[in-house]
């Protein structure tokens, strides 16, 4: 599986970004796909999964009512539409796929088989 993440940029607090994260090799639609951030000195944190027919999402506490995860299982693509933006949510982002997907893993980073490059966002105060 190949990840290939897009659509990070510098924006206002308050604005909104949409991420997208295009996908090859393995058949798209059979794993779960989610999104993790990183800022320098922690630990990368999951952001929002969503499983492989897309109709489960899942949300980190901090995003939910704001980011907005879908997926186009027939153009191989996860998007994550970010709204209200803040400044702690200035991070690299990664799209990771998880092939084993059980209840509960799709928030464990250790649970991913595969990452994409990660793409900068940055929110200005």
């Known amino acids: 599986v190949q990840l290939q993440a897009s659509g990070g940029g510098l924006v206002q607090a308050g604005e909104s970004l949409r991420l997208s994260c295009a996908a090859s090799?393995?058949?798209?639609?059979?794993?779960?796909t989610g999104w993790f951030r990183e800022v320098p000195g922690k630990e990368r944190e999951f952001v929002a999964a969503?499983?492989?027919?897309?109709?489960?999402?899942y949300y980190a506490d901090s995003v939910k009512g704001r980011f907005t995860i879908s997926r186009d299982n027939a153009k191989s693509i996860v998007n994550l539409q970010m709204n209200n933006l803040k400044p702690e949510d200035t991070a690299v982002y990664y799209c990771?796929?998880?092939?084993?997907?059980?209840?509960?893993?799709?928030?464990?980073?250790?649970?991913?088989?595969?990452w994409g490059q990660g793409t900068q966002v940055t929110v200005s105060s």
């Open positions: 990771g796929a998880d092939l084993h997907g059980y209840a509960g893993s799709e928030r464990l980073i250790r649970e991913y088989d595969f």
């Open positions: 090799g393995r058949t798209f639609g059979s794993y779960t």
């Open positions: 969503i499983s492989f027919s897309g109709k489960t999402t």
